[in-house]
């Protein structure tokens, strides 16, 4: 069974050029997740879709980043326009319903640069 | 105050040696545990859950004191696969899938031989 993919695994962009993150769970998995890592600091919770649904995007840092999951499938997160910020590690990832306990599987992540 | 809280290390440490990881996390409405591993440039993955009564899986032991809000690692007989960061993850829920993690920023493991 394949596990969490995310595209690109690496991209560098200019300040201020928009870049387009895509995050497919688990096949058949509700719950999907972005964190992020950025330089010398810790992961760090970004939102969280149930199916299509927003549940949580109380860790989205501002107004510049855009997530969606249309159709409670993939899911992309938008950076526009990018910082140098914004540069880090992106992870998604996946869990099955609810109650499902604690498990959730991380996708290799993208790798932003921002110059 | 981080709300979890870890030593980055390195730990640098021969085969075959006992190595322990502590971390601590400010919220005491935290209600699960875990610890996770995570390779150079690679995604985090359970290593294991953390439980009151304390864990045990094969050379990996993991102890809980809510009161000190406290939680351990204990790795023997160190392996030169152990070489990995391990990330203090902590979550405010229970079981409900939807609450976020909050991890620790890992501390680096280096076994030698």
């Known amino acids: 069974e394949a596990g969490v993919t995310q595209f690109p695994s690496h991209s560098v962009i200019e300040k201020g050029q928009t870049v387009t993150l895509r995050c497919d769970p688990i096949?058949?998995?509700?719950?999907l997740y972005w964190y992020r890592r950025v330089m010398g600091k810790e992961i760090k919770f970004l939102l969280h879709?149930?199916?299509?649904?927003?549940?949580?995007e109380s860790g989205m840092p501002n107004n510049r980043f855009l997530a969606e999951r249309t159709g409670g499938t993939y899911s992309t997160l938008k950076v526009q326009p990018a910082e140098l910020e914004d540069s880090g590690v992106y992870f998604c990832?996946?869990?099955?319903?609810?109650?499902?306990?604690?498990?959730?599987?991380f996708g290799e992540g993208s790798w932003l640069t921002v110059v | 105050r981080k709300e979890v809280e870890q030593d980055p290390g390195p730990f640098n440490v021969p085969e075959g040696a006992t190595v322990a990881f502590n971390c601590t996390y400010s919220?005491?409405?935290?209600?699960?545990f875990f610890w996770y591993r995570q390779d150079c440039r690679k995604e985090p993955k359970l290593l294991m859950s953390?439980?009151?009564s304390g864990n045990e899986d094969g050379r990996f032991t993991a102890q809980l004191n809510r009161a000190s809000q406290y939680i351990s690692l204990l790795i023997r007989d160190s392996k030169l696969s152990d070489s990995a960061t391990y990330l203090c993850?902590?979550?405010?829920?229970?079981?409900?899938?939807?609450?976020?993690?909050?991890f620790g920023k890992g501390t680096t493991l280096s076994v030698s031989s």
């Open positions: 990832a996946s869990s099955p319903y609810v109650l499902a306990g604690n498990t959730i599987y």
């Open positions: 919220n005491s409405a935290s209600q699960s």
């Open positions: 993850v902590v979550k405010q829920g229970g079981t409900q899938a939807g609450t976020a993690l909050i």
């Open positions: 953390v439980y009151s």
């Open positions: 879709f149930v199916k299509e649904s927003k549940q949580d």
């Open positions: 096949s058949g998995h509700d719950n």
